[in-house]
């Protein structure tokens, strides 16, 4: 270590991998990296290499990690422990100012940006911050700074005016979605953070939404991006958000990120058919993010299970109310739960997932709030994936959906003829299985390590049996499952989830549940 410098020495053989993190300084002769905690801590979780302190200097940074470890003892107050990577993500955030969280669903980045706004707050850097989310998930993001802080937070939702309204609003978070940004503009107060959460979002340069959100960008001191995808398609999706949040590692000016970075060929000479300069481009990358997946993490625990909120719109929502009056009015005339009382509980559960029954019986299309969310989970999820559906109806949607995403996928549902195709799916490179869960028993996913929930029915046995199918038996004891659960707020999604916990859910749940209030 020299004064703000790690001076790096390395055998022969580990020279590409220093190369790829490190910097070469004339004025040393050597390989270097900032002596910071952010990349003291990076070096020692890298398992590719054996990388080895001076003694010294490793007992002077573990004392500064194990500080920073133990947020309930310095600085803000958190409801909830960090995991170790949740330090290294929320250090990052306050060493570098500007960067990125590339990690998948799961992985926890949200609290590690939730830590950042309340160290932040507790300093008086930041006296607003202001989240962007899809507007799919944004009472979601509310749940979380409920469950991992203590500061308040306020959804910029409703009509125009009511949003303007809102904006006035002094709590310390601000959540709004990205189409709003072009039509509050100048409305919006001054915000000393801007968290872009699904911030791939961004990567369309000619989109309204990315030009309003690099106005609203100028000139605030910390931005951060979160996404498990960044670049899906072209190096050219990282332009944009990368002028967005952190506009001096690309530069401003496209041609010279196309000059530097992309080949093109096709019609006119438009069309990006190759890269160049990867090693670079990926150098300039690391500079200021840091990506976890799953099986990187070692201290996540085997089993996480994340809910996904989002809300019914208003004329789903009355609709919704009325067939809960229907049914407790039917459950009360009777004694017996009857086919008539049953019917009514299952098209709430129909309703939920954006669609119902006319009086001829015809499936009508309601509304696409849970398929949306869905959307968001596939473009942010990668690996293999499990997706669980009680009606054949919401099967067939979630599979238009993948094929608009150009997601591979496969269905398994009762008329699926080849009863044997999970085979295929755990050998082939199909990325999602689309499957009815109440098939869910005698076949194995182990390749899927994310399974979502888009709907369930009401047998825990059937919820353990789907659960089941892609738990990892073999291999590393800290191989992780994320089951992510997609919940319509204030309706019956959020009971059954609970219930299945312990019990098959019925209607004398649901009766009881709507009775005493949710």
Request: glycine share 4%; aromatic share 10%.
């Amino acid at each position: 270590m020299h004064n703000d410098k790690f001076i790096v020495k390395c055998d022969y053989t580990d020279r590409d991998y220093v190369k790829d993190i490190c910097f070469w300084s004339n004025k040393h002769r050597a390989w270097t990296l900032n002596a910071t905690l952010m990349n003291y801590e990076i070096v020692k979780s890298q398992r590719f290499v054996n990388w080895e302190f001076p003694e010294e200097i490793d007992s002077l940074f573990q004392s500064k990690l194990k500080l920073n470890l133990d947020f309930q003892k310095h600085g803000f107050k958190s409801k909830t422990s960090p995991w170790k990577h949740q330090v290294m993500l929320t250090n990052l955030v306050l060493e570098r100012e500007r960067c990125f969280f590339l990690c998948g669903v799961g992985t926890g980045k949200s609290k590690a940006v939730i830590d950042a706004i309340s160290e932040l707050h507790y300093r008086g850097d930041v006296k607003r911050a202001l989240i962007v989310s899809p507007a799919s998930i944004m009472k979601n993001f509310q749940s979380q700074i409920e469950e991992h802080s203590y500061l308040e937070s306020t959804v910029i939702e409703g009509s125009l005016y009511k949003r303007i309204q809102l904006l006035n609003v002094n709590t310390p978070v601000h959540i709004i979605n990205y189409e709003m940004l072009s039509k509050l503009g100048g409305r919006m107060p001054k915000y000393d953070m801007i968290v872009f959460d699904e911030c791939h979002r961004l990567k369309n340069r000619q989109a309204l939404q990315s030009k309003a959100a690099l106005k609203l960008s100028k000139g605030v001191r910390y931005k951060v991006g979160l996404t498990g995808t960044l670049f899906s398609n072209s190096f050219e999706d990282v332009f944009m958000p990368y002028k967005v949040i952190s506009p001096h590692v690309f530069g401003s000016a496209f041609n010279g990120f196309k000059d530097s970075f992309l080949v093109l060929g096709g019609f006119n000479n438009h069309q990006v058919v190759g890269y160049i300069n990867e090693h670079s481009f990926r150098k300039l990358l690391s500079t200021n993010s840091l990506k976890f997946e799953l099986d990187d993490v070692v201290d996540l625990p085997p089993e996480i299970e994340v809910i996904k909120k989002f809300n019914l719109n208003d004329k789903n929502s009355r609709t919704y109310t009325i067939l809960e009056k229907e049914f407790v009015i039917l459950a009360k005339e009777t004694e017996r739960m009857t086919a008539n009382v049953l019917e009514r509980l299952i098209r709430l559960s129909q309703i939920t997932s954006g669609f119902t029954l006319n009086n001829e019986n015809e499936i009508i299309d309601i509304g696409n709030e849970k398929l949306n969310v869905l959307e968001e989970m596939l473009l942010e999820t990668s690996g293999k994936i499990i997706v669980w559906c009680r009606f054949t109806h919401s099967i067939k949607r979630v599979e238009k959906l993948c094929d608009k995403l150009k997601i591979s996928c496969m269905t398994y549902f009762s008329e699926t003829k080849d009863k044997s195709c999970y085979k295929k799916f755990n050998s082939d490179d199909t990325r999602v299985f689309i499957a009815q869960i109440q098939t869910g028993i005698g076949y194995s996913l182990p390749n899927a390590n994310t399974a979502i929930f888009y709907e369930t029915d009401y047998s825990r046995v059937n919820h353990v049996q789907a659960k089941g199918r892609n738990r990892r038996l073999v291999g590393s004891e800290n191989k992780s499952v994320v089951y992510i659960y997609l919940q319509a707020e204030s309706t019956l999604d959020e009971s059954i989830f609970k219930i299945l916990k312990q019990k098959d859910f019925n209607a004398r749940d649901a009766l009881r549940l709507i009775q005493g209030g949710k």
